[in-house]
């Protein structure tokens, strides 16, 4: 079993920063990616970026690279998403997300474990 609890979430301005965290605990060993997803209101939930747990490797869909940074620290068991230069458009509930799967995958549903989800809104 993995637990999540992803925070991080708020009310900023376009052009603001935010960083979400995502604490990690229960078997490490079987993880084999943690991904931030999000949701809009009447959209499907999509994929923002994805850490590989073993090797560390980063992935980010077009809309989140060179803006979003996701990061890991070992000692916190802590995954990070780091958002930067935030647009209306980024406006959505992000939840933190961890796969058994080995392989890198970025369609929801490959995601067995997930956090609550944190709210973040960007005004214009």
């Known amino acids: 079993q993995v637990h999540l609890v992803d925070s991080g979430g708020g009310l900023v301005q376009a052009g603001d920063s935010l960083r979400l965290s995502c604490v990690v605990s229960g078997r490490f060993s079987s993880i084999g990616a943690v991904a931030w997803f999000r949701q809009a209101p009447g959209e499907e939930r999509e994929f923002v970026s994805a850490?590989?747990?073993?090797?560390?490797?980063?992935y980010y869909a077009p809309s989140a690279k060179d803006r979003f940074t996701i990061s890991r620290d070992n000692a916190k068991n802590t995954v990070y998403l780091q958002m930067n230069m935030l647009k209306p458009e980024d406006t959505a509930v992000y939840y933190c997300a961890a796969t058994i799967d080995p392989d890198l995958r970025l369609n929801w549903s490959d995601y067995g474990y997930w956090g609550q989800g944190t709210q973040v809104t960007v005004s214009s």
């Open positions: 850490l590989h747990w073993k090797v560390g490797s980063p």
